[in-house]
């Protein structure tokens, strides 16, 4: 079942790039990488999700290196607005396992301007 | 706006009281979702709802009982609770093609925060 391990926070200031990254060394081979955010008293939000190299939509990059025992989300020129707590999943969901749907700690990602 | 909508948003109830929490999803998804996040904690599953079915039901009290009429609405009937289920209950559905969930993308409604009295 593959665990997921992230940093309990960061800091960093407006305009910077900030890179979080998950470790899942016992991803499978048909598992994917999933990242949410989520801020207070809301639910988590989608972000992106990736099974390898690179990944970018318009608000994130996801870099998943070959071996796939990592991963590490990218977020550009970062605003107030981006502290929140972001999560990372891995794994997917037969009856057996919840892996892909069970939020860790996460990280708390705090902008200071 | 995420498509999952639930309600109500806020919710003060005594013990003894009995209430529903409801939740309803515009994406044409197959599968839905209870968490629960207690204060400073990680988000727990309760209860996972495929094509209607109950698939995971994650060692929850029977004071939390859940039903899905159909794939677009979720209710969780609550009575006699404790001062310690005060939390923001969460719901959120996926694709869920078939039986089987596999790297869903969950798109969560905006919660309810229940207190016990």
């Known amino acids: 079942l593959a665990k997921t391990t992230q940093p309990i926070s960061m800091d960093s200031y407006e305009g910077q790039e900030v890179n979080i990254t998950c470790s899942h060394n016992n991803i499978a081979t048909n598992d994917y990488i999933t990242w949410y955010q989520q801020f207070p008293s809301q639910g988590p939000r989608f972000i992106i999700q990736?099974?390898?190299t690179k990944v970018t939509n318009e608000v994130a990059s996801l870099f998943i290196p070959a071996d796939r025992k990592s991963s590490t989300l990218s977020l550009p020129r970062v605003s107030l607005s981006d502290t929140a707590v972001y999560y990372c999943l891995v794994g997917l969901y037969s009856g057996g396992g919840a892996d892909g749907l069970t939020f860790g700690k996460g990280t708390h990602l705090i902008i200071q301007p | 706006e995420t498509g999952v909508t639930q309600t109500p948003r806020h919710l003060v109830m005594g013990m003894t009281n009995k209430k529903s929490l409801k939740c309803e999803q515009h994406?044409?998804?197959?599968?839905m979702y209870w968490y629960k996040q207690s204060a400073k904690k990680p988000l727990e599953l309760m209860f996972v709802y495929s094509l209607e079915e109950r698939v995971e039901n994650n060692s929850v009290p029977s004071r939390f009982s859940p039903e899905c009429p159909n794939s677009s609405h979720l209710f969780l009937h609550l009575h006699t609770l404790q001062p310690e289920d005060s939390a923001l209950y969460l719901c959120a559905s996926s694709q869920g093609i078939g039986a089987r969930l596999s790297n869903e993308k969950l798109f969560f409604g905006s919660g309810t925060q229940l207190s016990v009295l």
């Open positions: 994406l044409g998804h197959n599968a």
């Open positions: 990736g099974y390898k």
